[in-house]
């Protein structure tokens, strides 16, 4: 199996990064964090303005 990683360049990516976070995180984690650490993590990790940060 190979995996491709490429880095995120337009403003589209990041939205689509952000909205897959969110339903990875609330379909996949709602069993094991609470409703308030999932939203934190989105925030901080996972949000537009984190995942731009990050790709810089």
Do not use: C, G, N
């Amino acid at each position: 199996m190979r995996l491709d990683i490429m880095p995120i360049a337009t403003v589209k990516q990041v939205i689509d990064m952000e909205q897959a976070a969110k339903h990875i995180w609330i379909d996949y984690y709602r069993d094991i964090f609470s409703p308030d650490q999932i939203q934190y993590m989105l925030k901080k990790f996972h949000s537009r303005e984190a995942i731009e940060q990050q790709a810089t």
